[in-house]
């Protein structure tokens, strides 16, 4: 259902409407385009009549608009601004939708078009956040998006706006049924959330969500809100605890000292001491770049259980720098923003998920060999050689297992993160999920990570990015970007080590590309 809201016959908000539905129809859509030109909407008297009963006194062409709006699964609202705002027949139209308050009808998701003279973002935030207030008044109703067509600031000239009537025409196209499968039994993948004694533990290893880039930390608030939690991890080596990252706390404990000159010249000279020009391995990086003190204690350990393999055996590349930081700051990330999403991540995706249809426990190539045409575009994140069924050979992965147990303590290790770098010890770290949420249970839960080579029916974390791997990867992407109406994405999708904000990133410039919006 497309409504123009304009009086004026042939205004921009129409000719966008038109290309609005142009898209739609070629979608296959069924779609009826309604202009309000020459309807027959008295304004809302505040009867409460449609609270009482369901229907409203007045007697005009609402009762049929409102039937229609109540039939469609998607409405898109086309509006002029005026004055920053929607203009007034729109205003009108969804006071009078009242009665729809009580109901339980069927359409999900709505979207608004919109028009104006000023070419900024601002004058299109108020039209917007009022259309959001009258869709959160709806138990299952969802404000997707809008277009907005800036600086088009004469009668009739949207259809010279070559960009704005793209958006049009692929927002007429959007509105496809989604449908998501997942293997596992449950949603949300590794950020799965369960609760246990009251507290979120991250059932898949320790989840920080952090990034600099303002649009993507918006992006996600509008699912959550973030609490202030700053990943501070300390390191145990033997009997010795060390802050990370490296910083002027971790060497005032290593070496006595005080002062970032002190600490600099000890690097330096340790640097020099190594003899090392040319870097063959992760090793000789590693001390190349820091030193033996560093290296030994708090690096060789934990890198050779991380990746299963010494540290001579492991490519330079995969140490690139070491972040030392010769300031008295804890904080492990450099990011703007950053902490953990109040009531776990699990609650986040579901939120993601609404409107889509989900099912899980279900392997994708059973399933896609019981439905080879359930779909129009897949997004596939599963290992990207086990879609192409290994034919270019099997690449490596990292797995990690996890020990989880409830301890009748309060406070089981002071810190969310410790890891321990000796090589003797055979977990990389222990997670108290507790304190991610600041957590003042009477009990705790702690993860042991046991870092392991992955096998068949074992599940995959991360790739293993050394030259050998990264060749065979390279011929894999090239084979999925020759597939027709398959995205590749995430870490076993696309062969890559990503954060959770670079992966959202990903999704977003996606979702652009395909819909232009």
């Known amino acids: 259902m497309i409504i123009s809201t304009s009086l004026r016959g042939g205004s921009n908000s129409d000719i966008l409407a038109n290309e609005c539905a142009k898209g739609a129809k070629e979608a296959g859509h069924d779609v009826e385009l309604l202009s309000l030109k020459g309807k027959d909407i008295k304004y809302c008297i505040g009867c409460l009549s449609c609270q009482r009963n369901g229907m409203c006194v007045l007697k005009d062409d609402v009762a049929d608009i409102m039937a229609k709006v109540k039939d469609a699964e998607v409405i898109v609202y086309a509006t002029p601004i005026y004055y920053y705002e929607m203009c007034g027949q729109m205003k009108t139209l969804l006071d009078r939708l009242n009665p729809l308050y009580s109901t339980d009808y069927s359409f999900r998701d709505i979207y608004m078009i919109a028009t104006a003279a000023e070419n900024d973002e601002s004058a299109f935030e108020k039209a917007y956040n009022g259309l959001q207030g009258w869709v959160d008044c709806f138990e299952k109703a969802s404000l997707k998006g809008m277009v907005g067509g800036g600086g088009i600031d004469a009668a009739n000239i949207a259809a010279s706006h070559v960009d704005v009537m793209k958006k049009a025409y692929e927002l007429g196209k959007k509105g496809k049924k989604c449908l998501v499968i997942d293997r596992r039994d449950h949603i949300a993948g590794n950020i799965y ?164 249809e989900v099912r899980t426990g279900v392997d994708f190539f059973e399933f896609r060999k019981e439905n080879p045409d359930i779909a129009e575009k897949i997004i596939f994140t599963g290992m990207i050689d086990e879609y192409f069924g290994y034919r270019l050979g099997a690449l490596e992965y990292r797995s990690v297992r996890f020990e989880t147990e409830v301890l009748d303590c309060e406070n089981y290790q002071g810190n969310a993160v410790v890891n321990y770098t000796e090589r003797e010890v055979p977990y990389t770290r222990i997670i108290e999920h507790k304190h991610f949420e600041y957590g003042t249970q009477p009990v705790t839960v702690i993860s042991r990570e046991y870092p392991s080579e992955w096998k068949l029916g074992e599940e995959p974390y991360y790739p293993v990015n050394d030259a050998k791997n990264e060749t065979v990867a390279e011929k894999y992407r090239a084979l999925a970007a020759a597939e027709k109406n398959v995205i590749f994405g995430g870490r076993l999708g696309e062969y890559r080590y990503y954060d959770m904000d670079k992966v959202i990133e990903k999704a977003l410039k996606a979702v652009e590309e395909e819909t232009g919006i």
């Open 193 to 356: 959330c369960e609760e246990i004694e009251g507290i979120h533990v991250h059932k898949y290893g320790a989840h920080i969500f952090h990034t600099s880039d303002k649009k993507i930390w918006e992006y996600m608030n509008q699912f959550t809100e973030f609490n202030n939690y700053i990943n501070s991890p300390v390191a145990v080596y033997k009997d010795e605890l060390y802050n990370l990252p490296f910083n002027m706390n971790t060497f005032s404990k290593m070496w006595g000292i005080r002062t970032p000159g002190e600490a600099k010249a000890i690097i330096e000279k340790q640097r020099k001491e190594t003899g090392i020009t040319e870097p063959k391995n992760l090793e000789e990086q590693a001390l190349f770049l820091g030193g033996r003190d560093i290296y030994e204690k708090l690096i060789k350990g934990y890198t050779e259980k991380q990746w299963g393999r010494k540290c001579t055996e492991l490519p330079a590349f995969i140490i690139r720098r070491l972040p030392f930081r010769f300031i008295y700051d804890n904080n492990y990330f450099n990011d703007r923003y950053q902490g953990i999403p109040i009531g776990g991540y699990t609650a986040i995706v579901e939120k993601m998920l609404e409107g889509a």
